[in-house]
Every structure is written in structure tokens, then in C-alpha cells.
């Protein structure tokens, strides 16, 4: 059998998709080739890019045989543009494809025997994002106010990105007409030299808009003047933040910030509470689908109004507020101070007075829990995309709660740490998908997990009758 070589063409079958949304086909070796932009059941003739020993990568030269769930791509920087991967698909198989992501990585990897039968998708899947960072370079034909090209840190100038709010796009058209009409230079990440890196926009559900921008410095050359157009921009702006960031870093936000005009931070809604956002502040950033998450995770806590739940990775205290209206005390720890703070006053911004919340990491609350006798009965975890350290898995199971509840932004982390669990004596009990993010890759789990009851061993088996 010839060996295949770079630049080959062979016709493929699509059998499925990668965890990055890229499509799945065989060569006649077994090799496993990944395709972008196409759909499973479609037959092409595929290009050969690079090829290694188990694996290849190409690109689709000619459709023979197209899918049923192509569509035409709705977005004029599909291609280009890094931050969508299933615009030539329908929604039916991107919620199809992210589903059974899910379901393979749980039995896979986490070695769990479960259907994953339910994803929540999204009710619209256009403009859904409350919050964009745009990066600011300086391109060819002048500044560019946009997106990342895929797998690389070039900018893409992008005027109208279909997942941003209206709001969010014209603040970027704006910055960039400033920026060219005042001779503002764009940040140089291969000499660290120019000023404006990033540009920040978080909306809310009211329509209003707070702006940060992020520089290689201290100030903005005619501030003011900046000021006064973004606000001549967007009528429902509420503050103008400067941030300075001077380091070498693929970090987004430096440690200072000055407020330029206006407010530093937004109220938002969400599952009811009112919550107010800082521009470090994380929050989720799909509102509608992120209540949809939050109903899915108190519902698989089943609480009665009695239970003590420990949120770990509390954050602003988003999900331990959720779980306060039904439980009897609920107890978030966090390792930002800055966010237990945030917490605390969103506890009292909202009247709820059976949450309490904890700066430390995971040890450290397990340990303050012990010493108070305080066995939580219901865990809550919602940890970063990394998942959970493997002492933090031993912790869960030496504080034996009943049920924990996993909320999981990676498939493959989450099954990772569902096998450690699995091993320290808790089983999957029920997983659902939901899509906080359409047409990208990313997508959202929320698992429960029972304690195993364990049998007790008898000498006599005459004396279980």
C-alpha cells in the first residue's frame, strides 16, 4: 500500500467530528484525517496538508457528495475568522455533534456507560454574547478592530460579528475611525511597541454598555475626545474604563484601571437576582442559555429546602444564589478575593441571607468546614476549563456529600476528573448538554453524581435472608 505523502488528494468519507468541530475520515491505512468545514455523511476529495504517523490533516478540495445539514455560511469572515466552527452546518447537527462530544468523552474517557439524550440549545444563535474582547492591531491597510485568525494571533478586521451585540460592533467601528482619525497606534505584540491592545464591551440585558479599553500604558492621548465618541456611539453607554497593560502576556487585562467617565460596572439579571459586573468581574456570556444551565443544576441538586450545598468556584456567586432560594444554607468559596467580594455584596444587593461565602482554595474550605463539623450534603463545582486538580477530586470524596454536581465547560476535563470520582466512589447518575455558545465549538455539561451505598460484607450469608 503507498504511503500517503503531502499534497495527495484522496476522496473521503466524513465520519464525524473532532472536539474542535473539524470533520473525521479514514485513509485506506486507518489513519485518521482531520477536514475543516465539513459535515459528516458528505464524501470529498480532501488535500493532504501535513501527515503524520497516525494521523493527517487536510483541507476539502471538491464536494462529491454534500450533506443534507450544509448550509451556507451567514457570515461574511467565515474562513478567516477563528472564533466559528459550525457555520456550515445547520443547527440540528451542531447540537447532534456537540452532544455526542459529550456522550464519547463520558464513555471514552471517563469510562461512564450513559446516554447523554438531552442538549438545550439555544433559542437564538445569533448576537447572544454579552461580553467581546476585540484585539487591536495594525494591519496593511490601517488599523484592524476584530477577531484572531484561526490558529494564529493575526487580526482580522471585522466590522459586524454575527455572535456580538449591535451595540458591541458600532463601539469598534468607532474605535477604530478615532484611532485612524487621531494617529493612535495599534499594540505590536512582536516589538511591544503601540498603545491600544484591546477593546472591551460588556451589555446587559437592559441594552446598556460598559467600555474598557485595554493600552500599553497609563493614558490615551485626547481621552476625552475617545470618550465623547463612543458616547455619541452608543446613547445607553453607562462608563468608560482605561486599562493598562504593559506586559509581555497573552493576559487580556492589566492590574490597573481608571475610570475615564461614567460608572465601572453593570447590573445584570439573572435567574432572577440582580448581579452587578465589574470589568474583571466573570460572568457567563449567554444569559438566556446560562439560566437554562443554572435550572439544570439546582434541579439535579434536589434540594428541599434543608441541605447544605458548598459551591467551590463560586466566582460573583451566580450559581451559590441559585442554589439559595432552595436550600437551607449554601456556602461558596472562591480563591479571588476580589469576587468574594463581588459575592458577598450581591448576597445583600439580593436579600439573601442563608449564603455566606469564603476567600481560599479547595483545602483550605475543606479544612474550615471539618473543624466546624459542617458536612456539606451537596457539592457544586463549576471549575475552569483545566477541571479540577487531582487533590481537589480527593477532597470532594473525603467530605462525602451525597450528590455532587459538576458543571463542566470541557468534555474532556470533566470525564478526566468523572473517572477520579468514579474511583473515590461516585457514580454518574445523569448528564446534560447545554449550548452556551452556537455555532462554536465550545459547549456547556452538567453532570450529577450519587455516593455509591456501600454493602456491608457478612461472614454468614444465611443472616441477609
Not at 465520519?15 to 473525521?24: F, H, I
Not at 494571533?153 to 475611525?177: F, M, P, W, Y
Request: net charge neutral; with cysteine; hydrophobic share 40%.
Amino acid at each position: 500500500m503507498t504511503q500517503p505523502k503531502k499534497n495527495t488528494v484522496h476522496t473521503l468519507d466524513i465520519t464525524g467530528y473532532t472536539a474542535e468541530g473539524m470533520g473525521v475520515a479514514r485513509l485506506e491505512d486507518g489513519r485518521v484525517v482531520f477536514v475543516p468545514d465539513t459535515v459528516r455523511g458528505e464524501q470529498w476529495q480532501v488535500q493532504l496538508l501535513k501527515v503524520n504517523k497516525n494521523v493527517a490533516w487536510g483541507k476539502g478540495v471538491k464536494l462529491l457528495v454534500p450533506s443534507p445539514q450544509r448550509v451556507p455560511s451567514d457570515c461574511p469572515h467565515s474562513g478567516p475568522c477563528g472564533g466559528c466552527q459550525f457555520r456550515h452546518m445547520d443547527y440540528a447537527e451542531e447540537l447532534q455533534a456537540k452532544r455526542q462530544r459529550v456522550e464519547d468523552a463520558l464513555r471514552r474517557v471517563g469510562g461512564v456507560d450513559i446516554t447523554v439524550d438531552t442538549i438545550h440549545g439555544a433559542a437564538d444563535t445569533h448576537r447572544y454574547r454579552n461580553k467581546v474582547q476585540f484585539p487591536v492591531a495594525k494591519g496593511k491597510r490601517g488599523v484592524c478592530v476584530g477577531l484572531f485568525r484561526a490558529r494564529s494571533h493575526d487580526v482580522i478586521d471585522v466590522s459586524d460579528c454575527l455572535l456580538q451585540s449591535e451595540q458591541a460592533n458600532a463601539l469598534g467601528r468607532t474605535l477604530k475611525e478615532w484611532m485612524q482619525r487621531t494617529g493612535v497606534s495599534a499594540y505590536d505584540e512582536s516589538t511591544g511597541k503601540g498603545l491600544v491592545r484591546h477593546l472591551y464591551v460588556r451589555t446587559n440585558r437592559a441594552g446598556e454598555s460598559l467600555v474598557c479599553l485595554v493600552v500599553n500604558g497609563k493614558k490615551l492621548p485626547d481621552e476625552m475626545g475617545l470618550v465623547s465618541a463612543l458616547r455619541a456611539c452608543v446613547s445607553a453607554l453607562v462608563g468608560v474604563v482605561l486599562n493598562g497593560n504593559t506586559k509581555d502576556t497573552n493576559v487580556i487585562l492589566g492590574d490597573s484601571y481608571r475610570t475615564l467617565w461614567g460608572r465601572d460596572w453593570l447590573e445584570e439579571q439573572l435567574c432572577g437576582l440582580t448581579f452587578r459586573l465589574s470589568v474583571p468581574s466573570f460572568f457567563q456570556i449567554n444569559r438566556e442559555q446560562t439560566e437554562v444551565l443554572y435550572r439544570r443544576a439546582v434541579e439535579f441538586a434536589g434540594l428541599t429546602g434543608k441541605e447544605t450545598v458548598l459551591d467551590l468556584y463560586c466566582g460573583i456567586g451566580t450559581i451559590s444564589l441559585a442554589m439559595a432560594g432552595k436550600a437551607g444554607r449554601v456556602i461558596g468559596a472562591e480563591i479571588v478575593p476580589e469576587a468574594i467580594e463581588d459575592a458577598k455584596a450581591n448576597a445583600a444587593r439580593n436579600g439573601v441571607s442563608n449564603a455566606e461565602f469564603f476567600c481560599g482554595d479547595a483545602g483550605e474550605i475543606a479544612h474550615k468546614l471539618a473543624a466546624e463539623g459542617v458536612r456539606p450534603d451537596v457539592i457544586c463545582v463549576d471549575p475552569p476549563r483545566k477541571g479540577l486538580a487531582a487533590q481537589v477530586t480527593d477532597l470532594l470524596a473525603d467530605m462525602a456529600p451525597e450528590r455532587i454536581v459538576y458543571v463542566s465547560c470541557d468534555p474532556a476535563t470533566l470525564a478526566r476528573d468523572v473517572k477520579r470520582l468514579g474511583e473515590r466512589g461516585y457514580a454518574v447518575k445523569r448528564a446534560e448538554a447545554v449550548d452556551l455558545f452556537p455555532r462554536t465549538q465550545h459547549v456547556e455539561t452538567v453532570v450529577l453524581l450519587n455516593r455509591k451505598k456501600i454493602t456491608p460484607e457478612v461472614d454468614n450469608p444465611e443472616e441477609m435472608v
